[in-house]
């Protein structure tokens, strides 16, 4: 959960460089006037000269004499974090990147302004970007005219702003307020305190293309929310190191490719008003490494530069080597491409600074609770040519597999060597992750059809294949090894050459319509990470050629797991209130299947096809197999499914003593009082789980849709009548009774949605009122009476009804999945 960070703005093409004119600013001869106090300083030699005072906090750069434009230099500026809030939600990661601008320094009077420019838009008519849209002038300060003509600007200022965007990142969490008062996330009211801030000019460091240096940033809010909370020493004051890199512009000679819907990744957008009347002035360029063959008409070459990624020194070992060997996997691709020795990874040298421009990293990051990796690229906005590729990896990632593969073999297996030792499984989705992050940076964007093709991609999220032997959990086979069929499909799309004397972009084009024959699917974000969208091939965290039948295949693998599931998961002298959290991602090890086969309800079948590639009709999924995936979800509301093992109850109940740990709070089921564990509200947040990716309006909208186009389809009433039959009929005991009134008030609640549609909403209402009038007749005995005559009360009293329905009432929150915080994934997100 890359997800992932890019900073292509667009393409256009400018000038490197700008003209000498002389300077209207240009000092009076050395005779006349006694030289500036800036020449008396010592100047360091690089992309330019640049100027030091050290006791005054000053940092001087030389610039050329402005053209006629007043245009000085053109560079590519990047900013950086050296140091991190160390929380997973804000994103605020040493290592993580802003975006690339096209920073000109631009000569206005006695003024020195650096102006972001904007060359999205393009018109080749007008030169440069175009005239009519609007660019950023960011800051400005004074002018120091030299006796060559030549102007000096101290820019300590400007290195000292918020080009990052840290205030607004800090504010991301910050919009709720809890009931206590207190903010949650983040906080709110973030601002740069400046008196607090400052440019570090003992940090530069100068080379020959780009130019490195620090500044203290300190941002102040007197409502800290609980994530700095946790962290800071003081919530109210949070002080970052901020990175910032200016490069010189890539010379001549990269060859953008034009962006393939077939093939996705991550592109640049640029808007060519230029382009032949009949084409679209709007077109994107796919973001790539140059990558030049030694001998351009060989098939198989040795490279100019090969594409080399390095290693933070601060990864420890087994987990260095484990990402060294997984990250290399793409050199397998490469070389299929025919590029020769072209991709490399290797530690990163002693002595080198991991955020130099001139390297590409993978940064080894901890955080106080566990979170997002991602692969980030800085990108040349005009063309689309990735110039430095930056991973940030989360430390926690792989010990929370450990923990959740302990839950499912045990941790007397940790250090055993054997194929179910929870680190060596964790190392082996370490390599995965190594590749996929990279694979970010390189230019690969998700590919969440992999896992139904065999382990197709590692651009997917991959579950822990878990097997059965002898009716344990076993993890053999958890992690593939080594890239995919679309990887080295990709690969060889994105950077391949064309044969000798072929058209570049026809060779592309060749490529991207061998991998549509060979049948290859690709789903991207929009398609796939959300629970409720379409594509039925677009899971996260699922596993298996069919999504439906695999979900039937798991959950008899977390009921081996639960019902096995115990003191065997904790090690010797471990605090047994560890089986809690522990618990948790083993109780609903089927949530993201669920998800998965969810999509076949209502789903339809789409590809990003492009005229003449036989896949432009979308197709719904078959109804039969929407009938049998709505089968196989209505399963996992069975009370059998749903019950907690009667002897797990009191060691679930163990209380903890010690120090606040927000990673354990965070990820538990909310109790009975105390350590007291509740089995309804584990009950109550699987049903959920299932019901509300079953009832999400943009599901339930295309199941109305589809059965007015096909009365044989299956339909919204359809849906609910089989629904009703699962949870209503048995409510002889508490766990069928919370299902049961969790699906009658989510149905309720999606009836009073905005987003759900009128249609729909009149059905859930109807059928709900229906059921309700029923129970008010009341059955059974007392306590399913008492039950059913008092929900019934609720939901056919319009102002009881309101209190009921408000957003979450009495509901459970369902523990995050993700690497925690996000949307509804588990162990990543790159």
């Known amino acids: 959960m890359r997800q992932f960070l890019t900073a292509a703005l667009g393409l256009a093409l400018l000038s490197s460089t700008a003209s000498l004119t002389p300077c209207a600013l240009a000092a009076a001869p ?108 960011v800051w400005m300060g004074d002018a120091v005219p030299l006796p060559d003509g030549r102007v000096a600007v101290d820019i300590a200022k400007f290195l000292a702003a918020d080009t990052l965007g840290i205030a607004k990142s800090l504010g991301q969490e910050g919009d709720a307020i809890g009931t206590g008062g207190a903010p949650q996330g983040a906080g709110k009211g973030f601002r740069l305190d400046a008196a607090l801030s400052a440019a570090d000019p003992t940090t530069l460091k100068l080379f020959p293309d780009n130019l490195e240096v620090d500044a203290l940033q300190t941002y102040t809010s007197d409502h ?56 679209d002035v709007v077109h994107d360029v796919a973001n790539r490494f140059r990558l030049e063959k030694v001998d351009p008409a060989a098939a198989r070459s040795r490279v100019k530069k090969p594409i080399i990624f390095y290693l933070d020194r601060t990864v420890p070992e087994p987990m260095r080597t484990a990402l060294l060997e997984g990250i290399t996997w793409w050199a397998q691709a490469f070389e299929a491409a025919g590029y020769i020795d072209a991709f490399k990874a290797e530690p990163l040298p002693d002595g080198v600074d991991p955020l130099d421009a001139r390297y590409n990293v993978v940064n080894w990051v901890d955080r106080a609770t566990r ?58 989705r370490l390599r995965q992750l190594g590749a996929h992050e990279v694979g970010h940076a390189l230019g690969f964007a998700h590919n969440f059809a992999a896992s139904t093709q065999g382990r197709a991609s590692v651009m997917d999220y991959p579950a822990p294949r878990i097997g059965l032997v002898d009716g344990h959990p076993d993890l053999s086979d958890a992690y593939g090894t080594g890239v995919g069929a679309w990887d080295l499909a990709t690969v060889d799309w994105l950077y391949g050459a064309a044969p000798s004397g072929q058209d570049d972009q026809a ?208 339909g919204v009433n359809e849906v609910l009548e089989r629904l009703m039959a699962a949870v209503l009929p048995e409510r002889t005991d508490a766990i069928t009774r919370r299902v049961a009134y969790r699906a009658l008030v989510t149905m309720a609640q999606v009836a009073r949605r905005p987003g759900t549609t009128p249609e729909v909403a009149a059905l859930l209402d109807q059928r709900v009122h229906e059921v309700a009038e029923g129970l008010a007749r009341g059955r059974g005995d007392a306590e399913e009476r008492a039950w059913g005559i008092s929900l019934a009360r609720q939901l056919l009293d319009p102002q009881q009804a309101d209190k009921l329905l408000a957003d979450r009432p009495r509901a459970v929150d369902v523990p995050p999945g993700d690497p925690i915080g996000g949307e509804s994934d588990w162990m990543d997100l790159p």
């Not at 990796?373 to 940030?392: A, F, H, L, N, W």
């Not at 109804?623 to 049998?628: F, G, H, L, V």
């Open 30 to 137: 050395p005779s006349q006037s006694p030289p500036s106090p800036v020449q008396a300083l010592p100047v360091q030699e690089g992309l330019m000269p640049v100027r030091v005072d050290k006791g005054q906090g000053k940092i001087f750069l030389t610039l050329p004499a402005p053209g006629a434009d007043g245009v000085m230099a053109r560079y590519l500026y990047t900013p950086a974090l050296r140091t991190g809030l160390g929380s997973a939600p804000t994103f605020l990661d040493r290592g993580r990147i802003g975006q690339t601008q096209l920073l000109a320094f631009r000569l206005l009077g006695g003024k020195v302004a650096i102006q972001f420019e904007n060359p999205r838009f393009r018109n080749p008519t007008a030169p440069g970007a175009s005239v009519d849209f609007a660019t950023s002038l």
């Open 224 to 279: 800290p929310g609980a994530e700095v909370e946790n962290i800071a020493p003081d919530a109210r004051q949070v002080s970052f190191t901020v990175h910032h890199s200016f490069v010189r512009l890539p010379g001549p000679g990269f060859t953008p490719r034009a962006f393939d819907p077939r093939m996705g990744g991550f592109s640049t957008q640029a808007v060519d008003y230029g382009r032949p009347l009949g084409q």
């Open 371 to 428: 979170g997002w990796s991602y692969g980030q690229e800085i990108v040349d906005p005009r063309t689309g040519e990735i110039v430095k590729g930056m991973v940030v990896l989360g430390s926690e990632r792989v010990r929370q597999d450990i923990l959740i593969f302990q839950g499912l073999v045990g941790a007397d297996k940790i250090g055993t060597g054997g194929a179910n030792d929870p680190v060596k499984v964790a190392l082996a």
């Open 507 to 714: 060779a592309a084009d060749a490529k991207a319509a061998a991998a549509v024959a060979a049948g290859l699917r690709y789903v991207q974000d929009d398609n796939a990470r959300r629970p409720d969208t379409a594509q039925p091939w677009g899971g996260l965290w699922d596993d298996g050629a069919d999504p439906v039948a695999e979900l039937t295949r798991l959950m008899g693998v977390r009921r081996a797991a639960i019902d096995q599931f115990g003191l065997k998961a904790l090690a010797p002298g471990e605090a047994v209130a560890e089986l809690r959290r522990r618990f948790v991602p083993i109780w609903l090890l089927h949530r993201y299947q669920v998800n998965a086969a969810a999509k076949s309800v209502g789903g339809v079948t789409f590809a990003y096809s492009v005229k003449g590639d036989g896949r432009e009709a979308s197709a719904p999924v078959p109804a039969d197999t929407q009938r049998a995936a709505l089968s196989v979800l209505l399963a996992t509301l069975s009370a059998d499914q749903l019950r907690v093992p009667a002897g797990l109850l009191p060691l679930l109940s163990a209380a903890r003593n010690g120090s606040d740990n927000r990673q354990f709070d965070i990820e538990l089921f909310a109790t009975a009082g105390g350590p007291v564990f509740d089995p309804l509200v584990a009950a109550d947040v699987a049903s959920t789980v299932t019901l509300s990716t079953l009832l999400a309006p943009s599901r339930l909208a295309r199941l109305e849709t589809q059965h007015a186009a096909d009365p044989q389809a299956p």
